[in-house]
């Protein structure tokens, strides 16, 4: 963690919230807090299983973990 007066910490998280609002919630209008749930969870399985990351190796996170812990085993 860093220190008080520090961002780093932040920086992850708002940058994953910034990608879900334009990315995902910008395009749609939502009925009920079911499908807006929905397509949360939707999002977050692209993030996390398809959209690849230059600081990962242009890898999806999943790719990513799994080719880390075949490496490590």
């Given at each position: 963690?860093?220190r008080?007066?520090?961002?780093?910490?932040?920086?992850?998280?708002?940058?994953?919230?910034?990608?879900?609002?334009?990315?995902?919630?910008?395009?749609?209008?939502?009925?009920?807090?079911?499908?807006a749930?929905?397509?949360?969870?939707?999002?977050?399985?692209f993030?996390?299983?398809?959209?690849?990351?230059s600081?990962?190796?242009?890898q999806s996170?999943?790719?990513?973990?799994?080719?880390?812990y075949?490496?490590?085993?």
């Amino acid at each position: 963690m860093s220190r008080k007066g520090d961002c780093w910490d932040n920086a992850p998280t708002e940058r994953f919230f910034r990608s879900l609002k334009y990315e995902q919630l910008n395009y749609e209008k939502f009925r009920t807090k079911e499908s807006a749930k929905l397509s949360i969870i939707d999002y977050l399985a692209f993030y996390n299983g398809k959209r690849i990351h230059s600081k990962l190796s242009y890898q999806s996170p999943i790719q990513y973990e799994r080719e880390f812990y075949k490496q490590s085993a």
